[in-house]
Every structure is written in C-alpha cells, then in structure tokens.
C-alpha cells in the first residue's frame, strides 16, 4: 500500500533554513505528482508546493516562493522540500502528499506529517 | 490569494443529512473541474474524499456526495454516522497555478 513518511523537522531559528524528505513507497514513484501540504498549530490547510512526475514542472504558493524549493528524487523515490529564510509564521506540521495521477491538482495519499517550529 | 469560504460549523443528529459548502471564485471553483474535499478527524492526517468535484475515490462510501454550481462547490453526506465527526477541507486549483484550502469546516454529529 501507499506509504509516505516525512522526516527533517525540528526546531529552527528564526532566519535558518531546514530540509524535509519524504521517504515513498508501495506505488511507482515516478508516474505520480507530489505535494507539500502544511498546517500551523489550531489552523486549517495550507497547500505549500508541487511537484510533477518527472520534475521538470514545479509550483509554489505566494507565501513560499523564493524562499522554498520542492524537489524529487525518482532513483531514491525521495521528495524534498528546502525551506530558508524560515519565519514564525512557518511554523507547522508539514505534509507530504502524493497525486492523484502525474499531474494532479489533488492529494490522493497523505504522509503522517513531521512538525517544524520556528522560534528564537 | 483568499482562502475558499466554508462555513466554520456545520451539525446533524445520526441518519441526517447534511451539506457543506465551499464558495471560490470565478478564476478557480467556478473555472476548473479541479475541486476536492478532505476529511481530517482530531489528530490525524487528512485524507480525500471527493476530487475532481463528485468523484469518489475507492473505499469512500457513497453516502458521500460532491457537487458545484457556479462559484460554489458542495459537499453532502447521507446518512450521517458518529465516525463522520470530523473537519472538512474543500481545495481548488486556480488560475495562477496554485492550490488553496477553504477555512474548514467542524461537523458534529449530535
């Protein structure tokens, strides 16, 4: 079955950059667009950035672009999110997401999150 | 971008039915073939319901209904059970390339 776990978060600083992964599994990591998906504390869901199939195309939300970086790994079946300049308004449980197909503006499967908090 | 509007509660007893509603706009619910809800109950992930406005994906049960008129998308669920308690997320893609979230929506079930 579809597994999607995500790792890298932590406690960061104000200003600091942090990397999150996405270890995929159980499907063909290749046919599939992927999603980073957030949710700060108490509040709803925030879609954070895309990625599709063979990562030629990426997409990002206002909030984020210039300052994170979604990126894949097909041989390693690996999806990553760079994320510097980090702002308190970060802070949040980050999701990984898989598509619904290769170029799908849906999350068809969601990790477990990993949570990141940007404070000083 | 606003986020889509959804109505911050919505409640019904076991057997009721009820709907949730989820009002964009005309460059992204009213645009695209491309709305989708998520069920998120207390403390865990989401996860899909609806896509691509009333497609239900394989072991969502079909007392679960998506539908859109206009600038407005909703979601209906028959039947209402206790396990259905839960937030519910509408989602859009949009003319500028980008994906937003409604507010969410708290159902109880009574």
């Known amino acids: 079955q579809v597994q999607l776990v995500e790792s890298g978060g932590g406690v960061v600083q104000p200003g600091r950059s942090l990397r999150l992964s996405c270890a995929a599994s159980?499907?063909?990591?290749?046919?599939?667009?992927m999603h980073w998906v957030r949710q700060a504390p108490g509040k709803g869901l925030e879609w954070v950035a895309a990625i599709w199939f063979d990562g030629g195309t990426k997409y990002y939300a206002d909030s984020v672009r210039g300052r994170f970086t979604i990126s894949r790994d097909n041989s390693n079946n690996m999806l990553y999110l760079e994320m510097n300049s980090l702002r308190a308004d970060d802070t949040a449980v980050f999701y990984c997401?898989?598509?619904?197909?290769?170029?799908?503006?849906?999350?068809?499967?969601w990790g477990q999150g990993t949570v990141v908090t940007v404070s000083s | 971008q606003s986020a889509l509007t959804q109505p911050p509660s919505v409640s019904g007893s076991p057997g009721q039915s009820v709907t949730i509603s989820c009002t964009g706009t005309?460059?992204?619910?009213?645009?695209?073939?491309?709305v989708s809800w998520y069920q998120q109950p207390p403390g865990t992930a989401p996860k899909v319901i609806i896509y691509e406005v009333r497609n239900r994906p394989s072991g969502v049960p079909d007392r679960f209904s998506g539908s859109r008129s206009g600038r407005t998308a909703s979601l209906t669920i028959f039947g209402l059970q206790a396990e259905d308690e839960a937030d519910y997320y509408c989602s859009s893609y949009t003319r500028s390339n980008t994906l937003i979230f409604g507010g969410g929506t708290k159902l109880t079930v009574l």
């Open positions: 159980g499907f063909t990591f290749s046919d599939y667009g």
């Open positions: 005309s460059s992204d619910v009213d645009m695209y073939n491309r």
């Open positions: 997401g898989r598509g619904g197909y290769s170029s799908s503006w849906y999350v068809a499967h």
